[in-house]
C-alpha cells in the first residue's frame, strides 16, 4: 500500500467549519475544479483531463484513510473522519467513495498498477519470476515508503473481515492485468489457462510474502523473502517456457 510519511494530519482538531484550505489544490468543498493537478502519476495516456484530476484526488482520499485505519482502527474510522483529515466536505468524499472498503480497494489498485507498470518495464528477455520479484523489490524500494507502516496496516487489515475481502478482491481484478504483463514472457496468450493459472500462483505468493513479513519482528528485510518465493515460483508455474 502506499503510505506516505511526508504527509501528515491532525485527527484530535475538530473540523473546521468552513473548509478553507484544501489538501487537494484546486479542491473546492463541493468537488473538483477544472484546475492543473498539482500531482503526477503514471495514468492511461487516453485519459481526460477530468479523469486525471479525479483519480489524482481518490489517490489523496484513499492515503488519508489508511492513515486513519492504522491510527484510528478500521471500525473506528468514518467516512466523515476522513473527510475532515483532507479538508472536504463529507458530501465530496461520498461521491468518490461510498463505503470505507473502496478507499482500501482504491489504495491497493494503485499500487497494483504501479506494481504491473514496472513488470511491464524491465527488460524483454528476462524470464517471467524474475521480472515479477525485480519489479516489486523496485516498487518496494521506494523512498516515500514507510515499512513499519505497512506492517501495521498488513497486520489490521488480517484482524477486520471486510478490509482483508476488499483486499482480496481488488487482487483478483487486477489478475488480467498482470497477465497481460507477464504473458509475453510466458510465450502463451492472455487467455490461455496456464497463464491464467501462472499468474494467479504468482499473485497468491506475493500476498503469502507480504502476510509471512507483517508477522515477522520489525526491522525485517522484505526482499529476503520476495527472492525465495519467486525462486520457488520459478521452479513451478512460471518455470516452464515453450
Given at each position: 500500500?502506499?503510505?506516505?510519511?511526508?504527509?501528515?494530519?491532525?485527527?484530535?482538531?475538530?473540523?473546521?467549519?468552513?473548509?478553507?484550505?484544501?489538501?487537494?489544490?484546486?479542491?473546492?468543498?463541493?468537488?473538483?475544479?477544472?484546475?492543473?493537478?498539482?500531482?503526477?502519476?503514471?495514468?492511461?495516456?487516453?485519459?481526460?483531463?477530468?479523469?486525471?484530476?479525479?483519480?489524482?484526488?481518490?489517490?489523496?482520499?484513499?492515503?488519508?484513510?489508511?492513515?486513519?485505519?492504522?491510527?484510528?482502527?478500521?471500525?473506528?474510522?468514518?467516512?466523515?473522519?476522513?473527510?475532515?483529515?483532507?479538508?472536504?466536505?463529507?458530501?465530496?468524499?461520498?461521491?468518490?467513495?461510498?463505503?470505507?472498503?473502496?478507499?482500501?480497494?482504491?489504495?491497493?489498485?494503485?499500487?497494483?498498477?504501479?506494481?504491473?507498470?514496472?513488470?511491464?518495464?524491465?527488460?524483454?528477455?528476462?524470464?517471467?519470476?524474475?521480472?515479477?520479484?525485480?519489479?516489486?523489490a523496485t516498487t518496494w524500494s521506494r523512498a516515500d515508503?514507510?515499512?513499519?507502516?505497512?506492517?501495521?496496516?498488513?497486520?489490521?487489515?488480517?484482524?477486520?473481515?471486510?478490509?482483508?475481502?476488499?483486499?482480496?478482491?481488488?487482487?483478483?481484478?487486477?489478475?488480467?492485468?498482470?497477465a497481460q504483463a507477464l504473458a509475453p514472457r510466458l510465450?502463451?496468450?492472455?487467455?490461455?489457462?496456464?497463464?491464467?493459472?501462472?499468474?494467479?500462483?504468482?499473485?497468491?505468493?506475493?500476498?503469502?510474502?507480504?502476510?509471512?513479513?507483517?508477522?515477522?519482528?520489525?526491522?525485517?528485510?522484505?526482499?529476503?523473502?520476495?527472492?525465495?518465493?519467486?525462486?520457488?515460483?520459478?521452479?513451478?508455474?512460471?518455470?516452464?517456457?515453450?
Amino acid at each position: 500500500m502506499t503510505v506516505t510519511p511526508g504527509r501528515r494530519y491532525d485527527h484530535g482538531v475538530p473540523a473546521p467549519t468552513r473548509k478553507t484550505s484544501p489538501a487537494v489544490p484546486g479542491e473546492r468543498a463541493d468537488g473538483p475544479d477544472s484546475g492543473e493537478p498539482g500531482l503526477t502519476y503514471p495514468r492511461p495516456a487516453n485519459e481526460s483531463r477530468v479523469e486525471r484530476r479525479r483519480a489524482r484526488v481518490r489517490s489523496v482520499i484513499a492515503d488519508a484513510a489508511l492513515r486513519m485505519f492504522i491510527s484510528r482502527g478500521y471500525e473506528a474510522t468514518t467516512v466523515e473522519d476522513v473527510a475532515d483529515a483532507v479538508d472536504m466536505s463529507p458530501r465530496t468524499v461520498f461521491r468518490y467513495f461510498p463505503y470505507k472498503e473502496d478507499m482500501l480497494r482504491e489504495a491497493v489498485h494503485l499500487e497494483m498498477t504501479e506494481l504491473i507498470a514496472a513488470v511491464e518495464a524491465r527488460p524483454a528477455g528476462e524470464h517471467a519470476a524474475d521480472a515479477l520479484g525485480r519489479a516489486m523489490a523496485t516498487t518496494w524500494s521506494r523512498a516515500d515508503r514507510d515499512p513499519e507502516l505497512i506492517r501495521s496496516l498488513l497486520r489490521m487489515i488480517a484482524t477486520v473481515p471486510r478490509a482483508r475481502g476488499a483486499l482480496i478482491e481488488t487482487s483478483s481484478a487486477t489478475r488480467d492485468a498482470m497477465a497481460q504483463a507477464l504473458a509475453p514472457r510466458l510465450g502463451r496468450p492472455v487467455t490461455d489457462l496456464s497463464t491464467q493459472v501462472a499468474t494467479a500462483c504468482a499473485l497468491s505468493a506475493l500476498n503469502v510474502v507480504m502476510d509471512t513479513w507483517a508477522a515477522m519482528p520489525p526491522g525485517t528485510d522484505l526482499i529476503p523473502l520476495l527472492e525465495e518465493a519467486m525462486a520457488t515460483i520459478k521452479a513451478g508455474p512460471l518455470g516452464s517456457r515453450p
